[in-house]
């Protein structure tokens, strides 16, 4: 009996595996699993009946009021007009003049526009959908292989999840207790790297393949659409990060500045009505209650793990290990990157990282990262992973989203085998980052 008693923390993951599958919401499984066990705790004496009210006041003290997870919404809402105003698509238009003389200039434009989109949202499923809408038909037309257009718009559209202003980094960084502002600079770099290594393997890739056809545009009426698409991008991307990385406002405020930002650049460009307005806040509502959900039932989860011993359970296994503290970094980043096979960003981080903070606590890693950039190093270090998750067969969420909209003829094995060298190079980007810590915590030196 003691045994089990000893186990039971452990217990909590098959099961929440088992009914994360069941198709039930995430936020009522992780809640309904962590008051499960609470009272399995109960009839065992090693969980007092009492500690449920303190779940309560977790909720309340630690997400309703806290004020740095307000930016969620905001970025989610600047993401959504972005999508549906059109901005996106001017965007790409200016893009694919840019590139136009480069033989892959159609896969660099999609990239692009991944990166840009990436720099002024966090919204991974609302980037792969519209990239995989404007981009997939136009790549097709030109020749381009099905699956090397699949896994091209799948990575762009990834990569917001890593370029802030990240949601995930948003909640990393509160998670951690680590300024957001230091997080979004230490993920930068990182972000651009893998956009530029996403470039190389194109150029590499459509070396032969033939550019873009000009369209008959002179170079005045190009240079004007140039302009107009690319430069409100830039001036959104300034007032958000820019007014961050300056130290004149905090993620929230940039977040509220972002939002408003965005609302007027639609407006200037007449591509705001009432009914979509009306429409984008009932999906930001939709998307923010979600994920504020999540919160809540992770917080009822992980407040039961911990008080059942599961973090001591974790820190002494991990402590057994004989190959020092970077066994135990592969180890973490090994979980994370097999988890992403199978569960979603937010799940992997609500429930991973306070386990593995205090595992962090305990390594000796002070001739390598030092002790003050530890916690956002690696929480860049999870992120590179995460973003591996939404690419990673069978269940990466960007895959679905992408073959929901995809043309009837690129099939899901198309796709699963165009992600594969993007996979592939994400995990070099991590290994890189992994080795040499410079890449990501040079950019908050020279700005701190």
């Known amino acids: 009996m003691a045994s089990f008693i000893e186990i039971l923390p452990l217990l909590m993951f098959p099961m929440l595996a088992v009914f994360l599958f069941s198709g039930y919401p995430v936020a009522f499984v992780l809640g309904g699993i962590g008051l499960f066990f609470g009272l399995i705790g109960v009839g065992f004496d090693v969980f007092n009946f009492k500690e449920f009210f303190l779940i309560n006041s977790r909720i309340f003290g630690g997400v309703v009021e806290n004020m740095v997870l307000i930016a969620v919404p905001m970025f989610v809402f600047m993401g959504l007009i972005l999508e549906r105003s059109g901005i996106a698509r001017e965007l790409l238009a200016s893009l694919k003049i840019l590139t ?7 896969a660099m434009s999609v990239t692009l526009l ?12 609302a980037s792969v959908v519209m990239i995989s809408l404007m981009a997939f038909p136009a790549m097709l037309a030109a020749n381009y292989d099905k699956s090397f257009s699949s896994g ?18 948003v909640i990393m960084g509160d998670l951690l207790s680590i300024s957001v502002t230091d997080l979004f600079m230490t993920a930068l770099v990182p972000g651009l790297m893998l956009a530029c290594f996403y470039l190389i393997y194109i150029i590499f890739r459509t070396r032969k393949h033939r550019p873009i056809e000009n369209g008959g545009d002179d170079e005045e009426t190009e240079f004007a659409k140039v302009i107009s698409g690319f430069l409100p991008a830039v001036v959104l991307i300034v ?13 929230t405020e940039a977040a509220g500045v972002g939002a408003f930002g965005s609302l007027l650049l639609a407006l200037s460009k007449n591509k705001m009505t009432f009914t979509r307005f009306w429409e984008m806040c009932d999906e930001t509502i939709k998307t923010s209650g979600m994920i504020f959900g999540i919160f809540v039932g992770a917080t009822a989860f992980s407040y039961v793990f911990r008080s059942l011993g599961g973090d001591d359970l974790i820190i002494n296994f991990m402590n057994d290990f004989s190959g020092g503290p970077w066994i135990v970094i592969g180890t973490l980043m090994m979980i994370v990157f097999v988890l ?3 569960f979603d960003w937010i799940e992997i981080t609500l429930i991973v990282l306070p386990i593995f903070a205090p595992i962090l606590a305990e390594l000796d890693l ?35 989203y992408m073959k929901g909209v ?6 899901m094995e198309d ?14 980007g991590l290994l890189l980052v992994m080795t040499f810590p410079a890449i990501a915590l040079w950019l908050p030196g020279v700005l701190n």
């Not at 091209?152 to 980094?169: F, N, Q, Y």
């Not at 007032?239 to 905090?250: D, E, H, K, P, Q």
């Not at 990262?369 to 939404?390: G, H, K, M, R």
């Not at 796709?415 to 070099?428: A, E, R």
């Open 114 to 125: 991944g990166t840009v989109m990436a720099a002024t949202t966090g919204i991974i499923g």
């Open 100 to 106: 136009k003389r480069a033989p892959g200039g159609l």
């Open 406 to 411: 995809a043309p009837e003829n690129v099939h």
């Open 415 to 428: 796709i699963y085998k165009g992600v594969i060298p993007f996979i592939l190079i994400q995990l070099l």
């Open 239 to 251: 007032l958000v990060l820019g007014s961050i990385f300056a130290g004149f406002a905090t993620p």
């Open 340 to 342: 992403g096979f199978f």
């Open 366 to 400: 002070t001739d390598h990262v030092d002790a003050a950039n530890l916690l956002p190093w690696f929480a860049v270090l999870v992120a590179i992973n995460l973003q591996t998750s939404f690419l990673t067969p069978p269940f990466g969420f960007a895959l679905f």
């Open 152 to 169: 091209t718009i799948a990575a762009a559209g990834t990569l917001g999840i890593l370029i802030p202003p990240s949601i995930m980094l």
